[in-house]
Each structure stands twice: as C-alpha cells, then as structure tokens.
C-alpha cells in the first residue's frame, strides 16, 4: 500500500455518512453510495485503505484534512510534541504561523485553529475506520482470515488515531461503528478502548502483509506495549516487548533490527527498512494532476535565508539546549547527564556568514550532526551549513536547522517533491522504530528493577551510535558536495556504551534512558508527551525555558504550569459544535476558558 494516499471520489463520500456538520467531527454529508458497492471484500479494502490515508494528516498539497495548513495536522507532531517539548524553537521570525508561539510559551488559547485541525484530522481517521468496520461486517459472502484482516487492521489504526488524541487532549470523547448518536462527552477515560484495539490487531493481525505500508501482528504489539508503558503497567508491557524483540518482523518479513547507520531512518532510500516497526508512507511526485503524496505536514521544516537552496520556510529550529544534550565527555564518551548546559556547544550566534568561525573541538556524539543543521558541518550533500545565511532569524529562533525531514541535493528530483510553494518529501515518518522500541523496553526493564537488561538495551542504540562508519564525513571536494565524502570525520565525535554495571540504582537507571531517548529520537515529536509521562514536564521545561531564553527571545515570559499545561485545550469550535439542547456536551480541561 507503499504512497496510497487517496481513494475514488466514489468511496470518499460514503466516508462521511454518519456524521452531519453540527457536531464534533464538523464534516457535511457529500454523497451516498448504494450497499453493493461496499459489501465486498474488494470495497471493504478500498475503505481500508481510505483509513490508511488519514495518518498523514493530509488531503493533499498544504492542505490538512478538514481544513486548516498541513503542518498544523503532521503526524509527528512537530509543533506539539517537538517544538512544545523543548526539541526546536518555532523558528522563521516572529509573527509567521503565530499560532504556534503561544503553544511553545505553555499559553495557548482553546481558540487556536490549529488545534481544531488536529482534532478533526484525526476524527476523520476514526470516522474512515468505523466505516470500514461496518462495511465489513455486512459482507455477505468472505473468508474469516480476510475478513479477520481487514477488521483487525482497522482497529490497530482506530487505537492509533485515538493515541494520537489521548495524549494530546487526554479526555476526548469515543465514537466506534456501533456508537448511533455521534455527540458524545468526554467524561471517560479511553485508555481501556485504545487497550481493546490493539489488543484485538496484536491477536489477530498475520505476521506479514501483502504491502508493506500495512500493520501486522509486531507493529500492533509494539504499540499495545506503549500503551501499557503509558498507562504504568509495566509488568503487562514486558512480556510484549520481550516478544516484539525476540521475534518481531517488519510487514515483508524482515527481522527488526537497528539499521547500520543512525541517519538511515532518515533517508527515502532506506524507507520501510527493518527498524521501522510502523510508518507513515510518503512519496514524492507521484502524480502531477492528483493530490501530493509527500510529506507535507513537514513542508515548513527546510532551512530558509539569503542562499538556502529551498523554497521555504525556516522553520523547527532545534534549540541551543537540545544541542547540548550531545555533549560527551572526552574520557568516558558518555553524556553530561546532570549539567549538559555547563558544557556548551560554541554557535555562531551573531556572526554573519561572511565572517570566520572556528567549530567546536570538543567530544560530541555524532547524532547530534545529523539531526542539527550547523555552521561548518556538511548538511547532507547540500554542502558546509553556512549558518546565519541560512536562518531567517538567529536571535529569534537560534543558529540551527532541521535535517531528519530534509532528501538530499543528489536524490531532489525525484524525493523532493515541489509541486507547492513548499517543500515536501518522499521521507517516510516513522511512528515508532526499532531504536524507540528498546528504548521503551529499557525502561520498562528499568522500573521493575531489571537494571542490567535495562543497560544492555540502553547500549544497543548506543553502540551503533559509535561506529564510526555512521558519523558525518568531510567532502572530498567542498565546492562539490555531490561529488561523495571522505573517510574524515566532519567534527571530534565520540560516543561509548555505559560499562557494565553503571546502572547500579534505578534513579540513575531512569535518567540515562530519558536523556538517551531524548538524544535518539531528537525532533522525531516525542518529547513533550515524554515528559508529561514520566510526571517532569513542569521541572525539565521550566529550566529549559530559563536558558533558552537568555539566548533567544522567542520565549520570553514563557512557564509551564503544572496540572494544566500537560494537556492542550479542547478545541473551543468542537466544544460548541457539541452543544445538545444549548448544554455543551464536551467539557473544556483544566486551566482553560
């Protein structure tokens, strides 16, 4: 199902019956399509695949599903999980897509469109698979292993769409296909129904698939492990990980595995590979006349100045702090876990492109080059980061750009997608991969006081860190970027595994697997659910703030505030939508008018 990403005009309107426009799902009925054409299992996978096409947010160009821009719907939660999180500034100058900057300050307002979109994105999603719930149900005439498929199927992305909601909004309200009146309230927690679906695709869905863009059994048990690890029961998610490394397989059969090189899970070249447990397909240029299969919800994300060769925008500036979580120690190759600040990674803050500068010569782990653009580095095979040439505003939104959504110069005709004013790519998002699966496994290892199995997880992801054959190189020739790298490293890199024993306490357990977590999946949007899991949000991004913020000014009078911001705002235009009677049934949560 590799690029699928839209279905016949015919199919799409039964998808929107059983909503009507005075609800929460806010969608107009578009049509009708007579029974026969459904009750098949031909129709039934048409309906599927529809369900497929909302995880990317998108319903084609810039445009997120339901309206609103496609970033503001991206299903890796660039602005709600990496920029909120700590991971990026906003980026581009102030005032541009202002919407996000209350969000990074922790004072949004339930008014905020951006908000409505993500919301209705992924109602739409659950709304596309309830339908094919349905549809399949009444097939007439079906195998058990088809149909079991296509049901199990729709409910692993069910639970994936209402994830997505639960960790935003935290009390949202539950719609499936045998739900008659649609205007439901939020008064449940729906982590039971989220546990159900995936429960229900991890028991029944094949260990491979036909495509590769389709759940199977692992990816359905990885995601019901995260649940559980989620919701703190550890000792039901451990037994599913054991099983998910032990034995779990990609949808064409391939064991997972980290990939050689850290930068591979980054690369269309290597999309579907075996550390990718479950992705969001994306492909570049497919159809001139049709809506982009790309990546789109990331179209913002390139470097943008006087001579970035993109076209937009400047955007999701990893941030001065997260830069400095990459800082080692030259002895030991470990991080600085405590006071990573203290050991600075020198910028070029203030210095124009025209002017020297020297790079840093300290020890840093060479993730850190391939998920922040900086000045002197190679970016990819676009050439040396120029820096301030290439950010729109340095005192605003710091020296650095982003590079996990960024194809290369060699491969942009076919991978970058330029069919809109903004870049898009043919960059697979990766929902979770094998690296976030140890991690996770790590840490469940960790809080049942398994600690050795915790370390050893903990340096699978780190080791393959280390391999030098995976840092940044040089150029052979700088004027030539294209023309291939040398065997030099670009910057000191050094990266080691934690000795044997050193997770001798489960404090200090917990503190290297959060911070490697937050160095491994770096701008990838996990971090501020992260943080709201692990009950730190408030402590960790309060001090964030307080050193950001003497460097750039894009968060001046930000503070999170503790028992409210762990949740974003229901969304003022769903909460009125919900009105029954002139009484809203949804209820807005704590903290927010």
Not at 409 to 427: F, L
Request: aromatic share 12%; with cysteine.
């Amino acid at each position: 199902m590799k690029a699928k990403r839209y279905i016949s005009a015919a199919l799409l309107s039964v998808l929107a019956l059983g909503a009507c426009k005075k609800s929460y799902l806010d969608k107009p009925i578009t049509g009708a399509l007579l029974p026969q054409y459904l009750q098949t299992e031909a129709g039934a996978n048409q309906l599927l695949v529809g369900a497929y096409a909302a995880l990317d947010g998108q319903q084609g160009g810039d445009a997120a599903i339901g309206g609103g821009g496609a970033w503001e719907a991206s299903p890796d939660n660039w602005i709600y999980g990496g920029v909120v999180g700590g991971d990026a500034h906003k980026g581009s100058i102030a005032g541009d897509q202002q919407q996000i900057e209350p969000m990074a300050k922790y004072i949004p307002d339930a008014s905020n469109g951006f908000f409505n979109s993500k919301w209705k994105a992924d109602y739409e999603g659950i709304s596309r698979v309830n339908n094919t719930i349905k549809a399949t149900n009444a097939i007439p005439s079906i195998t058990d292993a088809a149909k079991t498929n296509i049901l199990a199927q729709a409910r692993f992305l069910r639970a994936h769409y209402y994830f997505d909601l639960k960790k935003m909004f935290n009390m949202v309200p539950y719609v499936d296909e045998t739900t008659v009146n649609i205007n439901q309230p939020n008064n449940a927690d729906i982590w039971p129904k989220i546990e159900a679906d995936f429960k229900y695709a991890y028991d029944n869905l094949p260990t491979t698939q036909s495509e590769v863009g389709r759940a199977n059994k692992w990816a359905a048990g990885a995601y019901l492990a995260k649940t559980y690890l989620y919701e703190h029961k550890y000792t039901d998610a451990k037994p599913i990980f054991d099983a998910v490394i032990a034995q779990g397989v990609t949808p064409t059969g391939q064991k997972y595995a980290l990939n050689a090189h850290f930068n591979d899970n980054f690369r269309t070249a290597t999309n579907n590979s075996a550390e990718s447990v479950f992705a969001v397909q994306a492909a570049a240029n497919t159809d001139p006349n049709g809506p982009s299969n790309a990546n789109n919800g990331d179209m913002l994300n390139f470097p943008y100045g006087n001579s970035s060769p993109f076209s937009c925008c400047g955007f999701y500036q990893p941030t001065i702090d997260l830069a400095n979580h990459f800082r080692t120690n030259p002895t030991t190759g470990l991080p600085y876990l405590d006071d990573y600040n203290s050991h600075a990674i020198k910028t070029d803050i203030g210095v124009p492109s025209s002017a020297d500068f020297t790079l840093d010569a300290g020890t840093i782990d060479p993730r850190l080059d391939w998920t922040v653009g900086r000045r002197g580095i190679p970016y990819l095979d676009w050439g040396n980061h120029p820096g301030a040439d290439w950010v729109r505003d340095q005192k605003f939104g710091g020296p650095y750009s982003p590079i996990k959504n960024v194809y290369g110069q060699a491969e942009q005709d076919v991978n970058g997608d330029n069919t809109s004013w903004a870049p898009g790519s043919g960059i697979n998002y990766n929902l979770i991969r094998y690296a976030d699966v140890l991690l996770m496994a790590a840490e469940v290892e960790a809080q049942l006081g398994n600690l050795d199995k915790a370390e050893s997880y903990v340096n699978i992801v780190r080791n393959r860190a280390a391999d030098p054959t995976g840092f940044v190189h040089t150029y052979k020739d700088d004027s030539k970027p294209t023309g291939g790298f040398t065997a030099d490293p670009a910057a000191n890199y050094k990266v080691s595994p934690y000795p044997s024993g050193a997770f001798s306490s489960q404090a200090f357990a917990l503190k290297a697997i959060y911070f490697e977590r937050k160095i491994e999946l770096a701008m990838e949007g996990h971090r501020f659910f992260d943080l709201v899991r692990w009950g730190i949000a408030d402590t960790e991004l309060n001090a964030y703030i307080a050193y950001e913020s003497t460097l750039t000014t894009d968060l001046n009078g930000g503070k999170f505030i503790k028992g409210k911001s762990e949740y974003y705002p229901i969304p003022l235009s769903q909460i009125d939508l919900s009105s029954s009677g002139g009484t809203p049934q949804l209820k807005q949560n704590p903290g927010y008018h």
